[in-house]
């Protein structure tokens, strides 16, 4: 069975839909998705009560902030995620990318630079009713604009963006905030100065411990966090309800709207400058639509409104109730969580806070992973090493560079803040931004995707975005004390997106321009005009049409090539997943006789990109099919011709999935002759040279197939080159910029864009491939 193109847990309706699979992947949530959110407890009340609201005698401020924690957490995380942006997914996947990816496929902004229109004809591109026109006039109009304006698709792409590196700015602050606010319990069981000196060390450790734990993978890293995270929620829910009823009963009465009114008028500007810090009661919701790929939707969901929402309440109620009767202490305010816990049990809940603060950081850690592989995929992030750590849930990866990086960067926002106000203040402004480019992005999809009326859309927009921009305002302010952090980290990672797509956008228009035209192919002959060799000439390109200037190039320097030549093209297309039945799109370049095919292998931005053998024979296997099905009166029905730029290209599915195909047979034996030759003899051993293998490759026809000579002719130098091995011809290109452009242009390409591409990764398909069988041809390019 080919496991690249099995479908994950997740995305198979039959299993998803079984409550045991459901249950089980509720479960594993709750260790990777609800880390962050169930942890919120331990600082936003520190964070709220910093320095922002003068003390009080009486209980309005305490009843206003939970007032508006228990409605933050019901209208963002409950209303909004969970019943209405976890029904946007892209077919299974989500974040901020997933929803640009949709928008992409309803209204062909042409966010990747070798769109081909065979590719609106994939299963999945159609799945979600892509092909469909918005029903109203507005929606139909908003598509118009957005497919004609080269400034709106600019700014979309912007705005997704700005959100993805929010994300990635959100998976360095929040393991930072998270570990050294349960760290900082140790303060009430030490004196001050030893406290100082433990407090820092022991929070460095445990993060370097954490981003160590990620190359295990989601799977099982969520069996061991799940325990703890569910112990975790107990324990402050159970707190909660002893403080209500120990101290304060009547404290439901805060949930009344009214009181944030209260709150407001009373403490005016300080009021709405801590608004920074009861925000932070909602960091993690994001990391639910995120982490989408890894788990389902009903798992998410269920997790969230039985477990994980009503032990939150549930816990804000009861540090809410014992503050009510000890406001009058400072230090309630500067510690927080803690003085609310029985000293009895303080110790033993300082434990279990620091292990639930480690799978906290866990749910933005693997959301960071699976928005950067789609980025990557997608043509905005420089490619990088991608490690699929479950071989059932395609979703579930880690990309070392990534991780470690994350790991730096935390750690200097640790040591460099060393306090929970700083740290709170960065944190909540990348949260809050994150939330506002969804609910912009959720505005879109409403009529462009789900085809509702504009006016649903502008109040989706107007309620929630209306309640997140008071929250923005609020982090905006705190620029200086610390709220520059994820401003500055979104800009470096923005910097990189873009030059790296700018730069692949450049180098592909340079290729179209500098493409060969097909007489100059025709006025060479079937030879070339040079020698044939035996073997298949593997020419990657990034074109899905046309001969690339690389052909030419290697031509005018070489005097020979091999029999077959194929112009490879590995392209992702703007759904998470390809089956495997419509892999590949294969067409001729040229005559028959000159045995030049085109393959393009189309993959999703989630898909796994084979790296092994296999891949080379699915390859070699739909050259056959092609040829074959070029007889007079062919009827394959797992094929489909499209006309796409003057080619006829045909649909091709893997080995696997064409199960009335041919099958491609590789023995290996012994070359009998060579070895005898080979044999020294002596008086009393015989020495043998070492044993050269052959190998011998055979085409399996399906019994109903009837081909004629011709084919078989043409089928059997397919053979003969395949015998005689592949070689993988890459362009090393060399990216500059042309005389006269202007001095920003000339950095971003002759620096910024030519230095992430020497340090980026190189095409995963041709690691398999031996060193002696590679050839790298050099090209400049000048844009």
Known sequence: MDLEGAPAIADNPIKRNSWKA?????YQSLGVVYGDLSTSPLYVYKSTFAEDIEHSDTNEEIFGVLSFVFWTLTIIPLLKYVFIVLRADDNGEG???ALYSLLCRHARLGALP?????????????????AANPR?????????????????????????????????????????????????GMELSMEKEQHQYVELPVTCAILVSLFALQHFGTHKVGFIFAPIVITWLLC?????????????PLVYQALSPYYMYKFLKKTRRGGWMSLGGILLCMTGSEAMFADLGHFSQLSIQIAFTFVVYPSLILAYMGQAAYLSKHHSLETDYRIGFYVSVPEQIRVPVLAIAILAAVVGSQAVITGTFSIIKQCSALGCFPKVKVVHTSSRVHGQIYIPEINWTLMLLCLAVTIGFRNTKHMANAAGLAVITVMLVTTCLMSLVIVLCWHKNALLALCFIFFFGSFEALYFSASLIKFLEGAWVPIALSLIFLAIMYVWHYGTLMKYQSDVQNKVSIDWLLSLGPTLGIVRVRGIGLIHTELVSGIPAIFSHFLTNLPAFHQVVVFLCIKSVPVPHVGPEERFLVGR??????????????????????????????????????????????????????EDDDERMVVIGTTSSNLEGIKLCEEEEEEEEARCSDEVRTSETVVKSPERLRRRVRFIMPESSQIDEEAQTELMELMEAREAGMAFILGHSYVRAKRGSSFIRNIVINYGYDFLRRNSRGPSYALCIPHASTLEVGMVYHV
Not at 122 to 127: A, I, N, T
Not at 607 to 626: G, M, N, P, Q, T
Request: aromatic letters at 8%; a neutral charge.
């Open 236 to 248: 402050i829910s159970s707190i909660g309800v002893y403080n209500i009823f120990r101290w304060n």
């Open 95 to 97: 974040g901020t990318f």
């Open 114 to 130: 070798n769109c081909q229109l065979a590719d609106e004809e994939l299963s999945e591109y159609k799945k979600d009713g892509s």
């Open 589 to 642: 370049v040229g005559p028959k006789g000159y045995h030049i095919y085109r393959c393009i292998a189309r993959y999703g931005y989630r898909d796994i990109h084979k790296d092994d053998v296999k891949f080379e024979r699915d390859l070699v296997c739909s050259i056959a099919e092609l040829i074959r099905s070029e007889k007079r009166g062919s009827s394959v029905d797992v094929m489909e011709e499209v």
């Open 22 to 26: 459901v249950l089980t992947l509720a």
């Open 136 to 184: 109203n006039r507005i929606g139909s109009s908003l598509k118009s604009a957005l497919e004609k304006s080269k400034l709106l698709q600019k700014a979309l792409l912007g705005l997704a963006l700005i959100g993805t590196c929010m994300v990635i700015g959100d998976g360095v602050l929040t393991p930072a905030i998270s570990v050294y606010s349960a760290v900082s």
